[in-house]
């Protein structure tokens, strides 16, 4: 038996078999069961989707000798088959891309008047049809306009936006989708199943995302595969096939990011490899800062590990980093050097994320020391209700074993003793000791958790504010936002 690829032994023969094209396929078998057949028909959606699929499916179904159950061609009668073989006289496939001349047009349009040699209709399906000259379109345009009535056309396209709206307005549009992950890797199983070939459902996933809602892509990618891991798919080995970064790689490259580490980053970089694709590694960086704001916005326990060690992430920092990011996934297609661009891509994103809006537990250290670190460590205290509030005005110092919290007069004269309770209990838990506390009305105001909110949140605004007025880019992307922010910082500062 000759060796079929994936995709083409695959490729559905029937509507029943087509896979996430639901309202197309229901539509286009209710038009053939009810006889209500157009003479034009206009598949539109993004590569790899089943466009030319559905429509020859569809032109066997018009011209199949004995349908099943009115509207599935049966695939077994002569004009079934002579498709399924590409050898039917009366279905003619072009692929514009390669013939968009209009002597080509000509060729193929005069021969539209003859009629078709053993079949109910005369089927033409042009493919990538929007890469037909002008000319070529006015001359298939005056065909559309008054068909002989046993032609049928069927054009497909990735960009529908191209085609002439007069022809458009004499098809049928046929608009499919782009298909769900969750399917793609469905399929594949099924499909991996059937031919014997071993997977673990991580593969399936990777292999279904990479395929970007391609069907034809998945079982392309499969392909390559399946081969190199020689019909047993692991994950370990399909992520090495695709170039798809490791986990681990990815969490400690948005960790390095996060603790503003460049040296820790670029180093991470040359490990993962100055001929890896980089513009991946951009991607499922992008993939784990998308999750970890998703999760957080769905306030959802996430099961994943690394999606977990960051939920206390700065959602503000979690969308400054995603737009750094997309703004510079454009670069890797003008042909420049992708590790540069990666390189630049993660200073980028550490030197605009902000040193105060920092999250990791740390030390309260001695007055004498420069860095004081107490506002930092407040939103890491298990503290709740009024108690928590309280303390926000509070500034705190660690001297030897003793804590020496500051409040305002006003505070300190209200402050009862459950209330101290509960903050000496928080930072006795944070700290994992028992410290002896000192309160006092000393206040340095510079130095309490509401005072650092006020800072983080006009600090971050401004360096919004300042990055988008120096890059064309911003400015394009979050053009409206910028108009918006500079009234919202006006409001704010005054
Ligand atoms: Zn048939």
């Known amino acids: ?3 079929l690829v994936l995709a083409r032994k695959w490729r559905p023969a029937k509507f029943s078999e087509v896979v996430g094209q639901n309202h197309a396929v ?16 206009l598949f539109t959606g993004t590569r790899g989707i089943g466009k030319t699929s559905i429509a020859r499916i569809l032109a066997k179904a018009l011209n199949c000798k004995n349908l099943i159950d009115n509207s599935e061609p049966c695939n077994s009668c002569d004009s079934c088959k002579s498709i399924n ?98 399917t793609i890797s ?9 031919e014997k070939i071993k997977f673990d459902e991580n593969s399936l996933y990777l292999i279904a995302e990479a395929a970007h809602g391609s069907i034809r892509d998945s079982l392309t990618i499969s392909e390559k595969v399946v081969s190199f891991c020689n019909r047993h798919l692991k994950e370990k080995e399909v992520r090495e096939v ?42 499922s960086l992008m993939d784990l800062v998308q999750n970890i704001a998703i999760s957080q916005f769905e306030k959802k326990s996430s099961t994943k590990t690394n999606i977990k060690a960051f939920l206390d992430t700065d959602p503000s920092t979690l969308q400054f980093l995603y737009q750094i990011g997309l703004i510079n996934l454009k670069h890797f297609s003008l042909g420049y050097d992708s590790f540069s661009i990666i390189k630049m891509t993660l200073l980028k994103m550490i030197a605009f994320s902000q040193e105060n809006q920092k999250k ?38 660690l001297e030897d074993e003793k804590v020496r919290l500051s409040f305002p007069k006003n505070i300190l004269s209200i402050l009862n003793e459950d209330q101290k309770n509960d903050i000496e209990k928080s930072f006795n838990d944070f700290l994992k000791k028992e410290l002896t506390y000192i309160y006092d009305s000393n206040v340095d105001l510079n130095l309490t958790p509401e005072n ?14 300042k990055s988008m007025e120096k890059d064309e880019n911003f400015n394009e992307i ?15 500062e005054t």
């Open 1 to 3: 038996m000759s060796y």
């Open 26 to 41: 229901s539509a286009l078998k209710n038009s053939i069961s009810s006889k209500n057949i157009h003479h034009a028909y």
């Open 85 to 182: 073989d590409g050898a039917a006289i009366d279905f003619i496939e072009i692929d514009a891309a390669s013939r968009r001349g209009i002597e080509d047009t000509k060729n193929l349009l005069e021969t539209v008047s003859y009629l078709p040699s053993s079949s109910k209709y005369k089927i033409y399906l042009i493919d990538e049809v929007h890469m037909l000259t002008p000319e070529s379109f006015n001359a298939l345009l005056k065909n559309l306009e008054e068909p002989p009535p046993h032609v049928i056309f069927m054009f497909a396209t990735t960009e529908h936006k191209k085609i002439l709206p007069t022809i458009i307005s004499r098809c049928l549009q046929v608009n499919l989708s782009t298909v769900p992950l969750k």
């Open 186 to 194: 469905n399929l594949l199983g099924e499909i991996f199943t059937k």
């Open 242 to 283: 695709l170039g798809i970064p490791e986990p681990e790689v990815i969490s400690n490259l948005l960790k390095s990011i996060l603790d503003e580490d460049a040296t820790e980053a670029l180093s991470i970089l040359d490990n993962y490899g100055e001929y890896e694709d980089h513009e991946i590694l951009l991607k």
């Open 360 to 397: 990791n537990p740390i030390e309260i250290k001695n007055k004498n020391t420069p860095e004081i670190r107490w506002p930092k460590i407040f939103s890491d205290l298990n503290l709740n209700g009024m108690s928590r509030t309280l303390l926000k005005q509070a500034s705190v110092f």
């Open 452 to 465: 650092e909110e006020k800072n983080i949140d006009k600090g971050f605004r401004r360096n919004v504010k």
């Open 478 to 492: 979050l053009g409206n936002l910028k108009v918006d922010s500079v009234k919202f910082s006006k409001k704010n």
